[in-house]
C-alpha cells in the first residue's frame, strides 16, 4: 500500500447562505472568486497536483452544481463526478466515492468552499496524513489554531506517531467561548477543519461497524446506479434511506484509529463576510474593497459591489456588500447572522 495512489474527494454541497447575497442557491460558494482570481472550487482541485503524487479527482455534489463543477474542472473527463440524488451529509456522501475506488487507494477528503494561502504547506501536511493512512489510520488535518473560535469544532492532540502526526486523543464540539480559550492556553487543541486522509478500505470497515445503515444504503445505491462518461448517479431511492450524520460523529469519534496531521497553511472556512474579510488583502486602516469603492475615514470595512459605487464616511467594522439588485449592510458581529434574513433563506 506504499504507493497507493492519493485521491482527492471534493464535497460540494449546501448553499452558502452566509455569504448571501453573492452566494446563492443557484451559484453557492464554492464556484465563485472570492479570494483571488480563482474560484474556491478551483483552487481546491488546482491544490492537488499530480506533480504532487495525486490522482484525478473525485467530485461529490448534488445535480444543481454539475453544470458549474463541468465548467471549472480543468480536466471533467479525466474526473469522476459522483452526483448525490439527495444530500444525506458528509458521512454518506464519503461513502459513496469510497465505493467507487480501489480499496487500496487512499482518500484526501476536502470541502470545495475553503480558503488555503499556503498550498505548499497543505500539500505537507496531506502527503504527511497519506503515509499515516497508508498504515491505517484515519487522519485528520487539524488546523493550528490562533483564536478562541467558537465556531468551529476542536481536536485534541495525544501521543506522537513518529514525526508525522498525533493520535487524535477527542473531538470536541463548537464549545463556548470560556472553554474555547481554555484549550488555546492549553497548547494541545486544534480545529477541525474537515479535512481528512482515509485509506478507503479502512474507512468502509469503520463505517460498517459504527454506522452500518449508512454503508448499506450508500452500497445498494453505487450497485443499483448508472454511469454517463465521467458522471456516475447512485439509485435515489436506496441512497434516501442512508441516515444524515457528519462523518465526524459516524465514524471519526468513535473509531479506534484516528489521528491527526497539523497544518499552518493560512486556512479559513470562508463561513461568513467577517471571515471572508479577513482572509483578504486591506489596507493600513483594516478596509478591503472589490469593486467599485470610496472610501473616507473608514476602518474595517469590507465592501464588495458587482456593480454601483459603494460611497462610505466614517464606518467601523461594517460590511456592504451589492449583487444586482440585493444590497446588505451588516456589522462585522451581525456576519454570523446573514443565513437567518428572509432573502438568504429563500434564495
Known sequence: MSDSPIVPVILCGGSGTRLWPRSRAAKPKP??????????????VARCTPEAGFAPPVVVTGAAHVTHIEAQLADPAGSQVIVEPSARNTAAAIALAALRLPADAVMLVCPSDHHIADP???????LAAAQLARQGWLVSIAIAATAPETGFGYLQRGEALGDLGFRTARFVEKPDLARAQQFIAAGTYAWNGGIFAFPVGGFLRELEEHAPAILTA???AVEAGRSDGHLFFPASGNFAAAPSISVDYAVMEPTAHKAMVLADMGWSDIGSWDALHSALPRDAAGNSCKGRAELV???????????PRVSAIGLEDVVIVVDGDEVLVTTHAGAQLVGKLPGAANQ
Open 31 to 44: 464556484f465563485l472568486p472570492l479570494v483571488g482570481d480563482s474560484t474556491l472550487f478551483e483552487a481546491t
Open 120 to 126: 505548499a504547506a497543505f500539500r505537507g501536511a496531506a
Open 297 to 307: 475615514d473608514c476602518r474595517n470595512v469590507l465592501v464588495d459591489s458587482d456593480g
Open 218 to 220: 450508500a452500497r445498494r
